[in-house]
C-alpha cells in the first residue's frame, strides 16, 4: 500500500531503521555570517525528528536545506540515498512532490478559499481526476485537521491556528512520505499547540509519515520527538533520543531545556555594588 | 462479507500502534479521542451505525465493483466511473469490493465518500466488502457522517441574485464614499465646535504629494496633449483655410474639457490608488483601530486632509496642464502651421473667457474630491488582508475614473442648460 503499509518502526527513536534523510557535513553562510557549520544529521524512516534551538540558531535554514528549497553551500543532503542538489530539476520536483512543507506562517495562497489552497496540489499533480474527486480529497484533508466547517473561508478569515491546521492539510494533500513542519505551534496559545501536536502524532502513526519539525517550544518537542537535535550558533549540540538530551552534560542544553538565562545575563548588576566601585565618581 | 467493525476497535488500534508509548500517554490520546468526537477528528460509531443501516436494507437488485489490487489516484478515474454508472442505473445495492486492495490513497477514500454521499442522496444502500486494518485506520482520522452530512452541494444563483451580485458593490462604492464625503464635510465645517481639528501640517505634506510630485507627469502629458490637440484641429482646419483657429481650438477645450478631465485622471491613476493603498494597509494592520483608540478620529486625521488636499491641488495641476498643453499647442502652430507666435496669442486671449477657466477649475476641485472620498471609503473598507488591499486599490481607480466621468457628463448638461 501506498503508505499505510510503511508501518511505522516499533520502537522509533533507537536509531537502527532505515535512514530516510541524511545531512553530512553541511554549512551554509549568507556573506560573512555562518549560519550552519558542519551540520550532521540522520533521519529515520517513520519517525518525529524535531530540531530545536534558539531563535537565528539555523533551524530553519536547515529545514530548507533538507526539503530542497535551498542549496547549502557545502556539504551533501540526501533523501531515499539521492544527493537532493545533484539532482535534474525535474527528478527534484518529483521528489518534492512526495513531499510536504508546512510553512511557519501557513502560506496560504490568499486568493483562493481554504479549500481551494488544499486542492491546489492534487489538482496540479493528477490533472485527469475529476473535479469533483479533487475537492472530495480536499474535504477529507480538512475533516482529519477539523476545518472542514471552514472549508470556503479566505485565508485571512482564519485565526493563528487555524491557518497552521489548513497549512498542514495542505503539506498532507499528496499523501506525501515526508512532512516538514517549520515552528508548528509558534503564536499559538498552549491549548491550540497541543491540538496541533496531536494532529502531528496523529498523522505519523497512522499513515506513517516521517516528520521533521522545527520549534523552539521544548514542551511541544519532548512531546511528539522520538529524536532530536539540538542547535546552537549552526553545529548540533545534542543529538539523539529525548532523554539522552534532557540528560546532557553541557550547561547550554541543560540551560536551554530549563528556560534558564545564561549565567552572565541572569545575574542582575547590583547597583550598591557598583556605586561602590566608584564607578559613577 | 458485510463490514464487520469489532467492538473495541478503535481503543485495539491506538493501543498497537502506540506500543512504544507509555499507557498513560495511550490513555491520553483516547480521552482526546472522546473529546473530538463531536468536532470531527476521530469517530467510529457513526461510520458503523452507518454502515449497520446501509447493509439493513432489503436489496432488489445489486451490483459489485471490485476494486483493484492497486487504488490510487493514478487508477480512481475509471472505477469512480463505473460507480457512477452504477448508481446512475438505478441499482438498488452496490458492493464496493475491497478485499484484493494492496495499496491505496486518499483520492480512492475520498472516491468511497463520494460514493456513499451519491448513495445517501439517491437511496441506494452501499455496501463495503473486505475492508482491511489499514482501511479502518485511514477512516478513523475523520468522521464519514460529518463528511457525507455537512457538505451540501452549492445553491445556484438566480438570473436577479447574479445580476446584483455583479452590481451591488459598485453601488456600496458609491454609498460608502458619499457617507464619508457627508462626514469629512461635517468634520471640516463642525470642527471648531466638536473638537475635531483640522491638520494643517497634513494637509500640506498631502499637497505637496499629490500635486507637487505630479507636476512633472502631468507637464509632459500636457505638452503632448496639446500638441496633438493643435495638429488634430490643424487637419481640420486647413480644409476652410482658418489655420489660425487652431489656437482658439486649443485654448476652448483644454480649458473646459480636456484639462480638468485628464488631470483628474491623472491624479486619480496618481494619488487615488496611493490613497487607497495607504489606508488599506493600515485598516490590515489595525492601525486605524490604533487612531480610533487613542481617541484620534480617523476621519480628521486622515481622511479630511486627503480630501482637502486633492481639492486643492487637483485644480493647481489643471491649471499647469492648461498652461502647458496651450504652450504645446502654439509650438505646434508656430513652428509647422507656421502662424505669428503674437497673432497665436492673440488668438488665444480672445477665445479664452474666465467662466470657461473657473468652470474647469470648479470641475477639478470635485474631481479631487471625488476621488479622495472613493479612495478613502475603499481604503477604509478593506477586507481580506493583503489581497484586499490589492483590490481595493484597483477599484479606486476604475471608480474614481468611472465617477469623474459621470460627474463631468452633468456638469456639461447643467451648464449649458445654464447658460
Same mark, same amino acid.
Request: aromatic content about 6%; glycine content about 8%; charged content about 20%.
Given at each position: +500500500? ?35 557549520? !558542519?551540520?550532521?544529521?540522520?533521519? !529515520? ?94 474535504? +477529507?484533508?480538512?475533516? +482529519?485537521? !477539523? ?63 516521517? +516528520? ?27 543529538? !539523539? ?41 | ?65 471490485? $476494486? ?78 460529518? =463528511? ?24 456600496? #462604492? ?104 495607504? $489606508? ?39 491649471? =499647469? ?95 449649458? #442648460?445654464?447658460?
Amino acid at each position: +500500500m501506498r503508505f499505510l503499509h510503511r508501518e511505522r518502526p516499533a520502537d522509533p527513536g533507537t536509531g537502527d531503521v532505515e535512514a530516510l534523510i541524511e545531512v553530512e557535513r553541511v554549512s551554509t553562510s549568507f556573506g560573512d555570517n555562518v549560519v550552519l557549520d !558542519g551540520i550532521d544529521m540522520t533521519v !529515520g524512516r517513520g519517525e518525529i525528528f524535531v530540531i530545536i534551538g534558539p531563535s537565528g540558531c539555523g533551524k530553519t535554514t536547515l529545514l530548507r536545506h533538507m526539503s530542497g528549497m535551498l542549496r547549502p553551500s557545502s556539504g551533501v543532503v540526501r533523501i531515499g540515498g539521492e544527493s537532493l542538489y545533484d539532482l535534474p530539476e525535474d527528478e527534484l520536483d518529483s521528489i518534492r512532490r512526495r513531499m510536504g512543507f508546512s510553512f511557519q506562517h501557513g502560506a496560504l495562497l490568499n486568493s483562493m478559499s481554504v479549500i481551494e489552497n488544499v486542492a491546489l496540489p492534487l489538482a496540479e499533480a493528477a490533472p485527469h481526476l475529476s473535479r469533483d474527486l479533487i475537492v472530495e480529497v480536499a474535504q +477529507m484533508k480538512l475533516e +482529519m485537521v !477539523g476545518l472542514l466547517d471552514a472549508k470556503d473561508r479566505a485565508p485571512s478569515d482564519l485565526s493563528g491556528g487555524m491557518k497552521k491546521r489548513a497549512a498542514i492539510a495542505r503539506a498532507i494533500a499528496l499523501d506525501p512520505e515526508l512532512v516538514f513542519f517549520d515552528e508548528p505551534s509558534a503564536g499559538l496559545d498552549p491549548i491550540t499547540a497541543a491540538a496541533v501536536d496531536n494532529l502531528i502524532l496523529k498523522l505519523a502513526r497512522i499513515f506513517g509519515i516521517t +516528520m521533521v519539525v522545527v520549534t523552539h517550544d521544548i514542551a511541544s518537542a519532548f512531546t511528539i520527538g522520538d529524536r532530536m537535535a539540538l542547535l546552537f550558533d549552526g553545529r548540533v549540540f545534542a543529538h !539523539g533520543r529525548p532523554e539522552d538530551v534532557q540528560q546532557h552534560p553541557d550547561a547550554r542544553v541543560q540551560d536551554f531545556i530549563h528556560r534558564a538565562l545564561p549565567r552572565d545575563e541572569a545575574r542582575s548588576v547590583d547597583i550598591t555594588d557598583y556605586l561602590a566601585k566608584g564607578a559613577l565618581r | 462479507m458485510a463490514i464487520r467493525v469489532p467492538a473495541a476497535c478503535g481503543l485495539r488500534f491506538f493501543a498497537s500502534a502506540s506500543r512504544s508509548r507509555s499507557w498513560r500517554s495511550v490513555c491520553e490520546i483516547r480521552t482526546h479521542v472522546d473529546a473530538c468526537g463531536e468536532s470531527g477528528f476521530v469517530s467510529f460509531p457513526p461510520l458503523c451505525r452507518w454502515f449497520h443501516r446501509a447493509s439493513s436494507f432489503a436489496i432488489v437488485t445489486s451490483v459489485t465493483i471490485e $476494486i483493484p489490487e492497486r487504488f490510487d489516484r493514478d487508477t480512481v478515474q475509471p472505477i469512480a466511473d463505473r460507480l457512477d454508472a452504477a448508481v446512475a442505473r438505478g441499482h438498488a445495492a452496490v458492493r464496493i469490493d475491497l478485499s484484493a486492495v494492496r495499496e491505496f490513497d486518499s483520492t480512492a477514500m475520498a472516491l468511497i465518500v463520494a460514493a456513499l454521499r451519491e448513495a445517501k442522496r439517491t437511496g441506494t444502500t452501499v455496501e463495503l466488502e473486505g475492508i482491511s486494518e489499514p482501511v479502518l485506520d485511514y477512516f478513523s482520522l475523520v468522521s464519514v457522517r460529518h =463528511l457525507i452530512e455537512e457538505c451540501k452541494p452549492e445553491r445556484q444563483l438566480g438570473f436577479v441574485e447574479r445580476i446584483g451580485r455583479g452590481v451591488m458593490p459598485t453601488l456600496h #462604492v458609491a454609498r460608502d464614499s458619499s457617507v464619508l464625503l457627508v462626514r469629512a464635510i461635517r468634520s471640516l465645517v463642525l470642527g471648531p465646535w466638536t473638537g475635531e481639528r483640522f491638520r494643517v501640517s497634513r494637509t500640506i505634506a498631502e499637497v505637496s504629494e499629490a500635486g507637487s510630485s505630479a507636476m512633472p507627469i502631468v507637464s509632459l502629458i500636457a505638452f503632448l496633449l496639446g500638441l496633438i490637440l493643435a495638429m488634430q484641429a490643424w487637419l481640420q482646419l486647413r480644409i476652410f483655410a482658418a489655420e489660425l483657429f487652431v489656437a482658439d481650438m486649443v485654448a476652448v477645450s483644454v480649458t473646459r474639457e480636456i484639462g480638468p478631465l485628464m488631470t483628474a485622471i491623472l491624479v486619480a491613476a496618481r494619488s487615488g490608488s496611493a490613497i487607497a493603498a495607504q $489606508i488599506g494597509t493600515m485598516v490590515i494592520n489595525e492601525e486605524v483601530d490604533a487612531l480610533e483608540q487613542m481617541g484620534i478620529k480617523p476621519v480628521a486625521w486622515l481622511v479630511v486632509p486627503k480630501m482637502v488636499a486633492l481639492a486643492l491641488a487637483t485644480p493647481c495641476l489643471t491649471v =499647469l496642464f492648461d498652461a502647458v498643453a496651450m504652450t504645446g499647442g502654439m509650438l505646434f502652430g508656430v513652428s509647422v502651421v507656421e502662424i505669428n507666435p503674437g497673432a497665436y496669442l492673440e488668438r488665444t486671449q480672445e477665445s479664452l473667457k474666465l467662466a470657461d477657466l473657473a468652470s474647469g477649475l470648479f470641475k477639478a476641485s470635485v474631481f479631487g474630491t471625488l476621488i479622495a472620498s472613493i479612495g478613502c471609503a475603499l481604503g477604509l473598507n478593506v477586507e481580506g488582508g493583503p489581497e484586499g488591499v490589492g483590490r481595493a486599490t484597483t477599484r479606486a481607480v476604475v471608480a474614481s475614473i468611472f465617477a469623474i466621468i459621470v460627474f463631468d457628463a452633468i456638469f456639461v448638461i447643467v451648464l449649458r #442648460v445654464g447658460s
